[in-house]
């Protein structure tokens, strides 16, 4: 069949469209004017409304509807136009939930604390309010399962110790009346799987090394130091006894001596120039991918895909037939 080619598109093609600055930093100023108002009215213990100034011009009233709109939305504030109370804003905190949510099923904390905050000075709907505090307590939960490791303490704690954020969340739920039950019983269910996983861990050899996996994978992606991602590679290999291998296939071996080398410089030990060299040499990423590799040979399954159980599932609303599209039409 043949394909009609796309024709390219200059990516420096000058746009039609000139922003005036002047004009524009004039706006800007009067709506951040407005915001710093509205602000300290809130600081004072007033919930204010912003409305539109009452001008002659028609001209002048869409330039202060403008204003006024801008300035609800940046604040978060309610907007009074022709007798309703708006709420200009909404649609930027579903964006942020959406954000904030999609950060926690990826375990990237930072992030989803930022979009949280950020639609926490914005929301107004009820429902939004509940899915932010909603939002908090499985942002504790996944924090939780990150970074608390499994299988501390003695034998009798390794069976009954549970993540303290579980009480939470579960507590949380009952009370999130704004939100579908379907929602609502979702997260419960998903609470008690993580929590479930996360005991597993404590106990079983394979999942234990899966967790340590992840929290090597974490600290990769999240940049949070070369010396971090390699502890715990370090931790997982001796764990699943890697360590000591004589033979060294796949170069496995000499990554744990360089891992090793860059502990032993930062303690302070006489290094010779051999272990410096072994020691700058070092790579998590590397060290990472070659145990993934070992990990899933010796297990029969993808280790890196064990790591997924530990992640958060987010709820996905179910479409009504008549919010399905239709097949056909054109």
């Not at 746009?15 to 004072?44: I, K, P, W, Y």
């Not at 390699?230 to 890697?242: F, S, V």
Request: with cysteine.
């Amino acid at each position: 069949m043949a394909v009609r080619p796309v024709p390219e598109e200059s990516s420096a093609a000058p746009s039609e469209q000139t922003a005036d600055r002047a004009a524009t930093e004039q706006l800007l100023a009067e709506v951040a004017a407005r915001v710093e108002a509205l602000r300290s009215r809130r600081f004072a213990g007033e919930d204010p409304v912003v409305e539109p100034t009452r001008v002659r011009r028609v001209a002048d009233a869409l330039r202060e509807g403008a204003v006024a709109a801008l300035t609800a939305e940046r604040a978060g504030g309610l907007l009074r136009l022709d007798g309703a109370l708006l709420a200009p804003a909404e649609d930027l905190v579903r964006d942020e939930l959406d954000e904030a949510y999609r950060a926690l099923a990826v375990w990237d904390l930072r992030a989803a604390a930022m979009a949280l905050q950020r639609a926490a000075r914005l929301a107004r709907f009820p429902e939004h309010q509940q899915r932010i505090a909603l939002g908090w307590a499985l942002y504790r939960l996944v924090r939780d399962v990150l970074q608390s490791v499994p299988g501390e303490g003695d034998d009798r704690q390794k069976k009954e110790r549970t993540l303290p954020s579980v009480r939470v969340v579960r507590e949380l739920l009952a009370r999130l009346d704004q939100l579908p039950p379907e929602e609502r019983d979702f997260y419960a269910a998903e609470v008690d799987r993580l929590a479930a996983v996360w005991r597993e861990a404590a106990t079983d050899e394979r999942a234990w090394c899966a967790w340590a996996l992840l929290r090597a994978r974490v600290a990769i992606l999240r940049d949070q130091g070369t010396e971090t991602a390699l502890a715990w590679l370090l931790r997982l290999a001796q764990r699943a006894g890697l360590a000591e291998r004589a033979d060294d296939p796949d170069g496995l071996a000499t990554l744990l001596r360089r891992a090793r080398a860059v502990f032993a410089l930062l303690a302070g030990a006489p290094a010779d120039e051999e272990e410096e060299l072994l020691a700058a040499e070092a790579s998590p990423r590397d060290l990472f991918r070659a145990l993934v590799a070992t990990l899933t040979a010796a297990w029969g399954e993808d280790a890196l895909a064990l790591t997924h159980r530990f992640a958060l599932a987010l709820y996905v609303p179910q479409r009504s037939p008549s919010e399905e599209p239709e097949h056909g039409a054109g």
